[in-house]
């Protein structure tokens, strides 16, 4: 039933992102283009992406322990005995040590490195997701705080045509000073609105520069809103299944698991061979010279018997460790359920509100139409018609709100539900790929054709 969901919502998902840009100038810029710029632009993934590679060399540091340590031995010594004479002694030679066994001590490390790597690989989606969330609010920010400026110069325009009309009837005697100073005093404030929505908007494309990495130009109007499911338990059984930070936090409870199992393993024996080689030249003191050729091999077992608590203690840390990371799911579990509530509520109070809010306005340009009317009979005076119009501004600054915050909460809840990635979105673009180096590292290669594999990826990435 899910799975069903996800790809019905995928569709018209995507038909929204693109459906009504199409007949719109090539220059203009959509919210796609805004969460494309973001995702190729932002430093946060690239960090993380950093991150995640080093949870992958984590795997293969864990995989190279089961294999043999080779190393090369070159020493000098020099002995004086009784002031006689002085003996020395060199050597070179290559010693190799391999674990033949420790009960499954280096399994389980490497099964715990494996679930860290899938927890870092779902830390790194729900990045991607505050990312792309963080350019859809610095879009629609840019396109309410520029429609407030065109509303408040609107404003400045209407008020100072009433500040005008004020002054000529006062010229003639129908109107007193104050009347005059009232339109004045709504001039100014109305001019200082429009300074503060300028400024507002100045914020918000310094906001959108630093998601996107550009100044935002012409930006077209926000596509139609994702589609929803059906009801808000089918989004919430989406977000339990979906959303990085659920599966992150199952990925770290397993982890912890393992972490309690590689805890009692240290109490288990560890079987490790050894072998060697060398060649060494000896001068004695009474200056007789001699070379030798060694060759070694060596079996040993061992076990610690007493740690003075130290694995013990270990065993219980990381049992505590567990249960936090098994606390940790659950709370995760519902704060996801609460983002989809709160998303799924806000759309349900911004479409209620713009629905009251049109009503408003209708209301409110019948109004003002007729206190303009009536002034000019004489019947209202000037503060009235002014504050007809402020009444009329603000029910079409509030809509400008909430619908913008309509917008906004489609997507939050999107996120909330794990499908605000650029692969759910279908944007077009290629996207990192958190498997690519983790395959070219996971056998832990050094050189051959492994390691050129790996040299490949380092060059894709420009880290080479």
Not at 260 to 280: D, F, H, K, M, W
Not at 381 to 398: F, G, K, M, S
Request: charged share 20%; proline share 3%.
């Amino acid at each position: 039933m899910i799975r069903k969901t996800l790809k019905t919502l995928r569709r018209p998902l995507v038909a929204a992102l693109v459906a009504g840009t199409a007949a719109l100038p090539a220059s203009a810029e959509s919210l796609a283009d805004a969460m494309v710029a973001a995702y190729r632009h932002s430093a946060l993934l690239e960090q993380n992406r950093a991150v995640l590679r080093a949870a992958d060399e984590d795997a293969a540091t864990a995989l190279a322990q089961l294999r043999p340590v080779v190393q090369w031995i070159a020493e000098h010594s020099f002995q004086k005995i009784n002031g006689l004479g002085i003996g020395r002694s060199t050597g070179i030679g290559l010693q190799a040590q391999i674990t033949l066994y420790d009960w499954g001590r280096n399994a389980i490390a490497i099964d715990a490195a494996k679930e860290t790597v899938l927890a870092t690989r779902a830390a790194l989606v729900g990045v991607e997701q505050d990312v792309l969330l963080g350019a859809v609010q610095a879009y629609l920010d840019v396109r309410s705080t520029t429609e407030q400026v065109d509303l408040q110069a609107n404003s400045v325009r209407v008020i100072g045509q009433e500040q005008q009309a004020a002054s000529d009837r006062f010229e003639v005697g129908e109107i007193t000073q104050t009347d005059v100073a009232q339109a004045d005093a709504a001039l100014a404030a109305a001019r200082a609105g429009l300074a503060a929505a300028r400024g507002d908007l100045e914020i918000a494309r310094e906001v959108y520069r630093a998601a996107t990495g550009r100044t935002p130009g012409q930006l077209d109007p926000p596509a139609p809103t994702p589609a929803l499911p059906a009801a808000l338990e089918t989004a919430r059984q989406i977000g339990q299944r979906s959303h990085p930070a659920i599966q992150q936090a199952q990925r770290l409870a397993a982890a912890a698991e393992l972490g309690v199992a590689a805890a009692a393993a240290e109490r288990n024996p560890t079987l490790t061979g050894q072998a060697s080689i060398g060649r060494s030249n000896d001068l004695t003191v009474q200056g007789i010279e001699t070379t030798r050729n060694t060759l070694g091999a060596s079996l040993s077992m061992s076990q610690t018997i007493y740690s003075g608590g130290r694995l013990p203690s270990a065993h219980r840390q990381a049992m505590a460790r567990r249960d936090e990371a098994r606390a940790g799911l659950l709370q995760i579990s519902r704060q996801v359920d609460e983002a989809v509530g709160r998303s799924w509520a806000a759309i349900e109070v911004a479409r209620a509100q713009i629905r009251a809010i049109d009503e408003q306005i209708v209301a409110a340009r019948q109004a003002y139409e007729g206190v303009r009317e009536e002034a000019t009979l004489g019947a209202r005076t000037t503060l009235d018609v002014l504050d007809a119009e402020q009444l009329l501004l603000e029910a079409r600054a509030n809509k400008i709100s909430a619908e913008a915050n309509l917008q906004l909460a489609h997507y939050q809840l999107l996120a909330a539900m794990g499908l605000l990635t650029v692969e759910n979105l279908k944007l077009g673009i290629p996207t990192y790929d958190p498997s690519a180096y983790y395959n070219a590292v996971q056998d832990a290669p050094y050189t051959s054709r492994q390691g050129e594999s790996l040299d490949r990826v380092l060059r894709a990435l420009g880290r080479d």
